[in-house]
């Protein structure tokens, strides 16, 4: 994560860029990331989550947050949820 944030500093990225920009290059890499899927192509796969996950760094960081902080934050509000997956792939809640 620091090194992609240096990356991006060094490329002025932080500098001329804001968490919305980094947003929305990450939804375009979310569509790459869906036509890789399509195509079955794991290279592809592999080169779009990684773009993604670099965007969402750099995302993160324009609000002093970190990937680690934002998983931490989401495993803590599901790990003790109870449900379970239907066909079709809805996961529905325990109440």
Not at 6 to 34: D, F, T, V, Y
Not at 71 to 86: P, V, Y
Request: proline fraction near 2%; aromatic fraction near 6%; glycine fraction near 8%.
């Amino acid at each position: 994560q620091n090194n992609v944030i240096q990356w991006s500093m060094e490329r002025g990225i932080i500098e001329h860029s804001n968490a919305r920009a980094q947003l929305l290059k990450a939804i375009s890499e979310i569509g790459e990331l869906a036509d890789a899927e399509a195509k079955h192509s794991l290279d592809g796969i592999q080169d779009a989550v990684g773009d993604i996950v670099v965007c969402l760094i750099n995302y993160t960081h324009f609000y002093g947050l970190s990937i680690p902080k934002c998983l931490n934050s989401a495993w803590n509000e599901i790990k003790d949820r109870k449900g379970h997956m239907i066909p079709g792939g809805v996961f529905v809640k325990e109440e």
